[in-house]
T-cell receptor, first 116, second 110 residues
């Protein structure tokens, strides 16, 4: 079975450019999470969706970040305009949430973003 | 908000030595999960603990959840080079979201 699929795997861009990261969750999973990983801050939850609806976006750093989930099989995380401090690995994760305990998160392989 | 602290940040051991990482939450948790991330890889789920005082074992790995459901530990007996990576705990409080600790990076000298 295919796992969580993220693209691109690597992105190098210049400050000020728009960046779009994409995620396809595991089929049948109804919760989707975007995490950012840096050496300094570790794994930070940016936003999560349940049944395509954003539930908690309190981790989104600022208005330059936005995330959408137009359907159950696709989500995007957009940064506009990008800044060097946005350089990080961005992970998407999904699971089948049925209420109560969250259960195992299945992570994609990540998108490594470098903003020059 | 909910915070999850993990110590130590780094641990270097000789192959065959034991290893332990500790996790503490600022709030009572409904459950705690452990993940392993190999260098250059992504976090992979190891286990979930739900009950107060719960102890679970996976071969050389022993996981504990504290009585107050605010702390947890992962112990590896007789480390091997395949154990290299960063071990994260992740706690769930009153909402769906998991808050990750900063991880313990384990290196093993053969």
């Amino acid at each position: 079975d295919a796992g969580v699929i993220q693209s691109p795997r690597h992105e190098v861009t210049e400050m000020g450019q728009e960046v779009t990261l994409r995620c396809k969750p595991i089929s049948g999973h109804n919760s989707l999470f975007w995490y950012r990983q840096t050496m300094m801050r570790g794994l930070e939850l940016l936003i999560y969706f349940n049944n395509n609806v954003p539930i908690d976006d309190s981790g989104m750093p600022e208005d330059r970040f936005s995330a959408k989930m137009p359907n159950a099989s696709f989500s995007t995380l957009k940064i506009q305009p990008s800044e060097p401090r946005d350089s990080a690995v961005y992970f998407c994760a999904s699971n089948a949430y049925r209420g109560g305990n969250t259960g195992e998160l299945f992570f994609g392989e990540g998108s490594r973003l470098t903003v020059l | 908000g909910q915070q999850v602290m993990q110590i130590p940040q780094y641990q270097h051991v000789q192959e065959g030595e034991d290893f332990t990482t500790y996790c503490n939450s600022s709030t009572t948790l409904s459950n705690i999960q452990w993940y392993k991330q190999r260098p250059g890889g992504h976090p992979v789920f190891l286990i979930q603990l739900v009950k107060s005082g719960e102890v679970k074992k996976q071969k050389r790995l022993t996981f504990q959840f504290g009585e107050a459901k605010k702390n947890s530990s992962l112990h590896i007996t007789a480390t091997q080079t395949t154990d290299v990576g960063t071990y994260f705990c992740a706690g769930q409080g009153g909402s769906e979201k998991l808050v990750f600790g900063k991880g313990t990076k384990l290196t093993v000298n053969p």
